[in-house]
């Protein structure tokens, strides 16, 4: 339904574009023309701009109208019901949490009947406790007509169970991915409207990587010789590449205490001229520290809206607490430069001070990001407001793990406490990220004293340029 009204606006927006336009052409040009003042230039010209001020209040009139439209069909109908599962789905990492909203959503809102089968293994994962769906009759019949061959993708069922092409006689869906069919049998599937499948199919496929790669995390972490694998398999979860942006620069460092951290950065590009930048440290170390930080680096990845600093912390809060693993929280830095109005906004929760290292008439100085939210993960986040920063071309934003500054020498003194820290990092505020990277670093390593290190060492740097 949607899709049909958006073709039908198009086609009524362009018409009437094409109709103003020829108007324009013959009415006003003549016109114009008659009087002997004005030069043909001047009367193309002043068509040309009319001609565009009425195409941009048609684009606008056209996009607002879409967007009422496309509320109006996904969102104060039927399909609501849909909407409302994708967006749970968004947030479940177990099939516990999957069966839940399930229940919560298609049978009791939607008054559904589910049935979820392993069809590689022949077993019945759920199934609603009603009739239908509990009937070894109906299950044999989904068996029968649908192998664990059938290809991947998104089904409409009829009356009898089969596919049906015709919308309208479709009294049900199901959805096929690496094996698992999940069967929804619901009389009024017609009244969905069809721009909403691809979007749920999606979203359950990205449900089943995600509990696919949460699980071989935790089988691994079962195993302390596979400590190696995990390693691995938490580094993918790490840019491996910082990405090309307009206007900056950056790089990173990253070295685990043992093979796998709690330690974490994200570099993410949001527009043009906004980038997400997040830097953060789990509680603890080892291998319940690794999944928390897998969980939230996929958490940040999936929402929609990067631009909602606040959302994001409280979701990151959400998973954390829903593996329900003792004492496991994260400290975070979450910022997004703007280098179009030169600005960062920020929520740092409880992560040491990111810095702004930036040129004064005295030289560099530093201005430090200072915290403004609680730890996430272990106890009630309350609501925080994003703070915002200015920013100039040349301005370095350093953002580190407590590895970096609490690093001490043989005294007991903490590296981030000297003025060698400051002078290193301000005189290095001229260079490369890379090249001040590397000065960070060497400066960790000798004040250490080459040492064996005591914590995971991270850091990125973002330099904003011309």
């Known amino acids: 339904m949607f899709k049909t009204k958006k073709i039908v606006t198009d086609i009524v927006s362009g018409m009437a574009v094409i109709a103003v336009i020829i108007f324009l052409t013959l009415s006003i040009i003549p016109s114009v023309s008659d009087r002997q003042n004005y030069s043909p230039k001047f009367t193309w010209i002043t068509v040309s701009a009319l001609i565009i001020s009425v195409l941009l209040v048609v684009y606008r009139l056209h996009s607002r109208l879409i967007a009422s439209q496309r509320h109006k069909c996904l969102y104060d109908s039927k399909t609501r019901l849909l909407e409302d599962f994708i967006g749970k789905l968004k947030f479940c990492y177990s099939y516990d949490d999957f069966y839940n909203i399930i229940g919560e959503v298609l ?31 109906t299950i044999d019949t989904l068996e029968m007509s649908y192998d664990e061959q059938w290809k991947d993708g998104f089904y409409l069922m009829g009356e009898n169970y089969g596919v049906v092409m015709d919308y309208k006689k479709s009294r049900g869906f199901f959805m096929v991915c690496q094996g698992l069919h999940l069967y929804v049998f619901c009389q009024y599937t017609q009244l969905f409207d069809q721009e909403i499948y691809k979007e749920l199919f999606d979203e359950y496929c990205a449900f089943r990587k995600r509990t696919s790669t949460i699980s071989d995390l935790s089988e691994i972490a079962s195993l302390s010789q596979e400590w190696q694998q995990l390693a691995t398999t938490q580094r993918s979860f790490l840019p491996h590449v910082m990405p090309k942006i307009d206007h900056l620069e950056l790089a990173a460092y990253f070295r685990p205490l043992i093979n796998v951290s709690g330690d974490y950065y994200s570099v993410l590009p949001i527009s043009k001229s906004k980038t997400l930048l997040m830097l953060g440290d789990v509680s603890g ?4 520290a690794a999944l928390v930080m897998g969980l939230v680096m996929n958490t940040v990845k999936i ?24 004492d496991k929280y994260t400290v975070l830095f979450i910022g997004i430069v703007d280098t179009s109005k030169m600005t960062i906004r920020y929520i740092n929760a409880s992560m040491s001070d990111p810095l702004i290292i930036t040129k004064s008439p005295a030289g560099y100085r530093i201005k430090p990001l200072t915290s403004n939210c609680s730890v996430v993960g272990i106890i009630d986040v309350p609501d925080v407001e994003p703070d915002e920063a200015k920013l100039f071309r040349g301005d370095v934003i350093f953002m580190s793990s407590d590895g ?3 690093v001490m020498d043989d005294q007991g003194v903490e590296l981030g406490d000297t003025e060698l820290y400051h002078d290193t990092i301000t005189k290095s505020a001229t260079k490369h990220p890379k090249e001040f990277v590397d000065d960070v670093v060497n400066l960790v390593m000798s004040y250490n004293g080459n040492k064996k290190l005591h914590d995971d060492v991270t850091m990125m740097v973002a330099k904003v340029v011309e």
């Open 107 to 137: 049978e009791v809102q939607g008054d559904c009947s589910v049935i979820f089968l392993n069809r590689t293994k022949s077993y019945v994962l759920y199934n609603s406790p009603d009739r239908l769906t509990s009937s070894k009759a």
């Open 404 to 406: 970096v500054s609490e």
């Open 285 to 288: 170390k080892g291998l319940a």
């Open 303 to 326: 929402l929609e809206d990067k631009d909602d600093l606040p959302g994001m912390i409280k979701a990151v809060d959400k998973a954390i607490k829903g593996m329900h693993l003792q």
